[in-house]
Structures are given as structure tokens and as C-alpha cells.
């Protein structure tokens, strides 16, 4: 599709050897190309975990604290005051896939929630998504515990071990425990199943340029969209393709979303 055309090409060169983290921002791309390292800014939204001073009470203590404006799983205190790691959190691929047209964020935790309720899924659940004004990060609750998929499988043992890669397992079993949606073309047409993110690894935004898909309302001619790999553990499951610039048309295409329990 026109303004896409290096898709193909970034989605191969990308490899789970790759170090944790990014490397430097996103250049501009006016003709709607494709850059491998979107923008991460150094300590982004994510948390590194509570301390004791997150939560109020003794022992036997539990629940969520407000941390800076962001929602922290803080488990269980003990006698001493130290946290005992909160409960696992499922992480799944959706079965569906979509275009960057979402119905904005909570368009896209709608779906996400509704595919968690059909396959008898308990818990509240978000898209792993940014928009230029909310990144993930900013409206995930950060888990003390492990997130874990459908089938049990640890992907990270907490919140700060999920926003530094690598993961220890890819996201890739969808709701049902079955696999990820064949993503029909773009980036991944050699990656297996993409999903829509903007979302770097820590969490933060994930383009300088404003690639969302318009905030996830578009599946027009836009900035274009950060996408990850559902097969991979490195910093490419979340930023492995950047399809940004004036007229990108790869929010026409169909991706699947992240979802996370809250």
C-alpha cells in the first residue's frame, strides 16, 4: 500500500537478540515509510513496583494504591512491611483481528472485555494501547504479581519485569487458548500475528509523530501506528514496526490487540 512500502524489509530484520530498551527516536517520515526503533523516553510511564509506603495497614493488608496518578497492584504486606507479590493477572492476543479504526481506547478495551467474558474470563481488562494523549502505562494497573496467559504460562513475573524485556514467553494464545489471528499484510505478513500498540516497552508512547491511527478512530489515510510481534519476547513484541508519516495507509489493515487483566 502506498506509504508502507518498507514494511516487509523492518519486519524481517527484527530478532529476539535484540537489546531491551530502544534505541533513540523516531525520525519523521513524511512519506508514511517504516522505522524499527520508535521513540522511548528513559523511564517512561512505567513503575518499578510499590514500596511499604504505598499501603496503609498492617499485617495481612491488601489491595490497590494511587501512585503518582497510577493504579499499583500492592499485594499483601506482611508483619515487617514488606509486599508479598499480588495475584496473576492474565495476559492474552485477541482471537479477532482489526483495523486501526478501535472506536478509540475504550473502544478497544471493549473488545478485549468482551472477548474475556465470552471465553468465561473473570476480571476487568484493557488493550495494551496508547493514543497521543493517555499512554498504556498511565491507565494499566502496575501488578506486583505475575501476568500470565490463558494456559498459565508465565510472561513476566510483574510489572517492572514486563516493561524491561525480554518477556519470558510470547503473548501469543488468544482468550480461548488457542493461537493468534494471521495478520493479512504490512508488517505482519513475515511476523506471524502483529498487533496494534504505539506502546513502548516501558509503556510510554510509543511515536513522536502521533502515529495512532487518529487515537484509534481511523482505518484511512492517517500518521500511521506503532505495531508489535505476538512471536517475539524482545522490545519487538510491543514496538516492532513503525509505520509512520503523512498518508500511511497501514491503519486499513487488520492487527489484533493485547489484552491485559486489570
Not at 9 to 20: I, M, V
Not at 46 to 69: F, H, I, L, R, T
Not at 98 to 116: F, P
Request: proline share 6%; charged share 15%.
Amino acid at each position: 500500500a502506498a506509504g508502507d512500502g518498507g514494511l516487509d524489509a523492518l519486519a524481517g530484520e527484527a530478532s529476539n537478540d535484540a537489546r531491551p530498551g530502544l534505541d533513540g527516536p523516531v525520525g519523521s517520515d513524511t512519506g508514511g515509510g517504516v522505522d524499527a526503533s520508535p521513540d522511548q523516553k528513559p523511564g517512561g510511564d512505567a513503575s518499578d513496583g510499590p514500596s511499604s509506603k504505598d499501603v496503609s495497614g498492617g499485617e495481612g493488608s491488601s489491595g490497590d494504591a494511587v501512585s503518582e496518578g497510577v493504579l499499583v497492584d500492592v499485594g499483601t504486606v506482611d508483619a515487617h512491611g514488606d509486599v508479598v507479590v499480588g495475584p496473576p493477572r492474565t495476559v492474552f492476543i485477541t482471537s479477532n483481528s482489526y483495523s486501526g479504526n478501535l472506536g478509540g481506547l475504550s473502544g478497544a478495551d471493549a473488545l478485549c472485555q468482551n472477548l474475556a467474558n465470552g471465553a468465561g474470563r473473570a476480571g476487568t481488562y484493557k488493550a495494551w494501547l496508547s493514543s497521543t494523549t493517555t499512554s498504556a502505562a498511565s491507565r494499566m494497573t502496575h501488578s506486583t504479581g505475575p501476568y500470565v496467559l490463558v494456559n498459565g504460562v508465565t510472561v513476566a513475573a510483574s510489572w517492572a519485569a514486563l516493561t524491561t524485556p525480554p518477556l519470558l514467553t510470547p503473548i501469543d494464545v488468544n482468550e480461548k487458548g488457542g493461537p493468534p489471528p494471521t495478520s493479512g499484510s504490512g508488517c505482519g505478513s513475515t511476523n506471524g500475528a502483529a498487533a496494534w500498540t504505539s506502546t513502548n516497552p516501558d509503556g510510554s508512547l510509543g511515536t513522536t509523530l502521533g502515529a495512532t491511527c487518529t487515537d484509534w478512530t481511523t482505518s484511512g489515510p492517517s500518521l500511521g501506528a506503532v505495531l508489535g510481534f505476538a512471536d517475539r519476547t524482545d522490545q519487538s513484541w510491543t514496538a516492532g514496526c513503525a509505520a509512520q508519516g503523512a498518508g500511511s495507509t497501514i491503519c486499513g489493515m487488520n492487527a489484533a490487540l493485547y489484552c491485559f487483566e486489570q
